[in-house]
């Protein structure tokens, strides 16, 4: 049995997101359950209100709790809006992705995946089903939440990724609305179109291709260390407490289909992380009292940190950077030879390019990193006269601005008006 994870922000050891208090709330020191007590299952209401909601999606974030240890707050509460927000499929734009992953075995991303299963709506689990299995089972009107285990055995390798590209097109394609796929169908081979629309849950070992974890929230699970202890999932007595929770939860959010429809919440992010968190941002807002303030926190910290993850992990963007050290280094020359830029990118022993053989990065190697953005070496003219190939600094100006932006400097504090001396006008 898999047994429940932490996630690799949770010890003095390790890095970890910074802590989130919200003001006015308690700190939350309440004992894990005890493994052998059964759970509750709650009642489900006949009417719904704010302040419930509110209730409902702490009972929910509690049952979590209890069978998995989460690897931060953060990511507690992006599960719990996330759960929440397959009820409401009908009213988003985008269907954000759950990518639940782990460095390796038995971290709880599996212990986590059944009891989201057991908690939204209309769910479809899979393990190794064909797109077209799956696209035939999406429907427009109420849309699946698809949930997939072992999603790392789809894209693990080459070979398993080319045979599963298909099975990446559908799910990226089905983050947003109104992308349909294709088929041709019927004795007369006619033409037709099968939505793709649907939120996806998917657990795996290892990062999923860029591509769904652009358009996911991102939750990385660890395994447990012995001091951390959970509850003992057993499917015939725990399930009926969840599906209390799963009842609860749709009584709440279905008459709220049109309010949700016209929402347009505040994001701390922009663009397609707007887009894959807007959902829970609205539940959260829907719900009131601490969840604004969490929802956006976690949207915060969260994009933030898998952003870090792509800056050290993105090969492009990891040369854009270095370019620009290298560029401050010579006190930002008008343009800059190919061979005393790639002195500098290969002086980093961190940097990858001693990959790219005996002596690191190459001009060759160098074009073709930077085609993708439209820039190239050429013929230039030095300042002492001479002419070798190299870059010109205004040629990254754009680029730089666009994929990896210099951090804002910080924010002054407000310093308050001063006050007018007694017996003049304010």
Not at 236 to 253: F, M, Q
Request: glycine residues 6%.
């Amino acid at each position: 049995m898999e047994h429940a994870g932490a996630g690799p922000y949770s010890d003095s050891n390790t890095p970890s997101w910074p802590p989130v208090t919200v003001p006015g709330q308690p700190v939350d020191n309440t004992a894990p359950p005890s493994p052998d007590a059964p759970a509750t299952p709650v009642e489900a209401p006949t009417a719904s209100s704010d302040s419930e909601g509110a209730q409902i999606l702490a009972d929910l974030r509690a049952q979590i709790k209890r069978y998995v240890v989460m690897p931060s707050e953060e990511a507690l509460t992006a599960v719990t809006l996330w759960i929440a927000a397959t009820h409401l499929q009908r009213a988003w734009q985008h269907a954000p992705r759950l990518a639940i992953v782990a460095p390796e075995k038995r971290c709880g991303k599996s212990r986590l995946l059944d009891v989201v299963t057991e908690t939204v709506r209309n769910p479809l689990i899979t393990v190794n089903a064909s797109p077209a299995a799956i696209f035939r089972s999406i429907d427009d009107e109420d849309p699946p939440s698809l949930l997939v285990d072992e999603a790392d055995t789809l894209f693990s390798t080459v070979k398993a990724a080319e045979k599963n590209e298909e099975v990446r097109g559908l799910i990226n394609a089905g983050h947003q609305r109104n992308r349909p796929t294709l088929r041709v169908t019927g004795p007369e081979h006619k033409p037709t179109a099968f939505p793709t629309f649907a939120m996806a849950a998917l657990a795996g070992i290892g990062d999923l291709p860029d591509t769904v974890m652009d358009r996911s929230v991102v939750i990385r699970m660890r395994r447990r260390a012995g001091g951390e202890k959970v509850a003992y999932f057993r499917t015939h007595r725990d399930t009926p407490a969840l599906h209390a929770i799963r009842d609860r939860l749709s009584v709440w959010l279905q008459p709220l289909h049109q309010r949700a429809l016209e929402m347009e919440p505040l994001m701390p992010v922009e663009d397609r992380a707007a887009d894959t968190w807007e959902p829970l941002v609205v539940i959260a807002d829907l719900a009131g009292g601490e969840w604004p303030a969490l929802a956006r926190t976690a949207c915060r910290v969260m994009t933030d940190y898998e952003a870090g993850q792509d800056e050290e992990g993105g090969l492009r963007t990891r040369l854009l950077v270095g370019i620009r050290r290298a560029f401050a280094a010579e006190n930002y020359p008008a343009v800059l030879g190919t061979r005393r830029l790639l002195e500098h990118l290969n002086a980093d022993k961190e940097a990858p390019w001693a990959e790219y053989g005996a002596n690191g990065l190459t001009p060759r190697g160098l074009q073709l990193l930077l085609q993708p953005y439209g820039i190239s070496s050429a013929n230039r003219r030095f300042p002492d006269g001479t002419q070798a190939k190299g870059f010109a600094r205004n040629q990254f100006l754009d680029t730089w601005a666009r994929y990896c932006p210099e951090p804002a400097p910080a924010a002054e504090p407000a310093r308050p008006a001063a006050e007018p001396l007694p017996g003049t006008a304010a």
